[in-house]
C-alpha cells in the first residue's frame, strides 16, 4: 500500500486547474478511485473538490461518464454558440 493508501496516481493540468485520479486501497484491501479537481485561489491557497468511485460502481460510472462526455463533444461548439447570441 502507498502513502495514504494510494496505489496509483496521475494528474492533468489544463489552464487554472489540475486534476488528479487516484487509485487508492482501504484498510480491507478494496480499490477505489478519487478524482480530484484542484484551482489556485489567489494567493490563499488552493479549492479542491473531489468525488469517489467505488470498484463496484465503476462500469456504470464509466458508461455514464462517457455519455456526458460524447454529449459535450457532440454539442460543446453549439452551446457556445447559443451563449454567444444572447450577450
Known sequence: ????????????????RTYFFNVKENRHGDLFLNVVESKKQGDSGFERHSIIVFNEDLDRFLEEFQKAIDFMKENGSQQSKKLDDIS
Open 1 to 16: 500500500m502507498g502513502i495514504r493508501g494510494e496505489v496509483f496516481s496521475s494528474k492533468a493540468s489544463s489552464g487554472k
